[in-house]
């Protein structure tokens, strides 16, 4: 059983187009995030959210756009896809909201613009 | 304006012998920090973490050092093993969880 799963798991489009990334987790976790890694392999925080409430929200563009229909998902939506946005985009969860809850990451989604 | 630094990005060990991943971290706030492993292809997956008023907690072959004067902490495996092969990430929690960069460890049998 797939704790956090993620679709797709590549993603290769072209600049300009518009794209969703789903996120599911089975955990029965009330807090939910994004990340972004980059080239040099940070994994940064985009989005947190609690309970479908936004709790954080990183200096990000606004083309990105999450949404939580319920608890046990997080979709990331973006538009008007650039270069720079080609990362591996993960997502996570977690028991509570808190940076000290251990988070359960999905394996990532590979999204490359050309 | 990176928080949290993991300077070596990879580490070779033999099996059986002891790993040593090192970071070193500038935010003050950071009050909990928190080890993850990552496979190829996969999500990262916790590890172990401790608590910014304790200098060591251990879970069996895994053991973190922390430093608080010094801003820095490490991770000790031993025995190492070539299943421990993978990208280790160290993370400071402020507000936040903030990443190191990683560290790749390649346990050779």
């Known amino acids: 059983d797939t704790a956090v799963s993620q679709t797709p798991k590549y993603l290769v489009t072209q600049m300009g187009n518009d794209k969703s990334i789903k996120c599911e987790q089975n955990?029965?976790?009330?807090?939910m995030y994004w990340y972004k890694q980059d080239s040099k392999k940070f994994l940064k925080i985009m989005f947190s959210?609690?309970?479908?409430?936004?709790?954080i929200n990183e200096t990000v563009p606004n083309r990105f756009s999450p949404k939580s229909p319920d608890k046990a998902h997080l979709n990331l939506h973006i538009n008007s896809l650039e270069l720079g946005d080609s990362a591996v985009y993960f997502c996570?969860?977690?028991?509570?909201?808190?940076?000290?809850?251990?988070?359960?990451f999905g394996d990532g989604t590979r999204l490359s613009i050309l | 304006d990176q928080q949290v630094k993991q300077n070596s990005p990879s580490l070779s060990v033999q099996e059986g012998r002891i790993s040593i991943l090192n970071c070193d971290y500038t935010?003050?706030?950071?009050?909990?920090f928190l080890w993850y492993k990552k496979y190829p292809a996969e999500g990262p997956t916790f590890l172990i973490s401790?608590?910014?008023?304790?200098d060591k907690n251990e879970d069996g072959r895994f053991t973190v050092f922390l430093n608080k004067s010094a801003k820095h902490l490490s991770l000790h495996i031993v025995p190492s093993q070539p299943g421990d092969s993978a990208v280790y990430f160290c993370?400071?929690?402020?507000?936040?969880?903030?990443f190191g960069g990683g560290t790749r460890l390649m346990v050779k049998p």
């Open positions: 996570a969860s977690s028991q509570d909201y808190g940076p000290r809850q251990p988070q359960h």
């Open positions: 955990l029965g976790h009330d807090t």
């Open positions: 959210y609690n309970n479908k409430e936004l709790i």
């Open positions: 935010n003050s706030m950071f009050d909990y």
């Open positions: 401790i608590s910014s008023i304790k």
């Open positions: 993370a400071g929690a402020g507000n936040m969880l903030t």
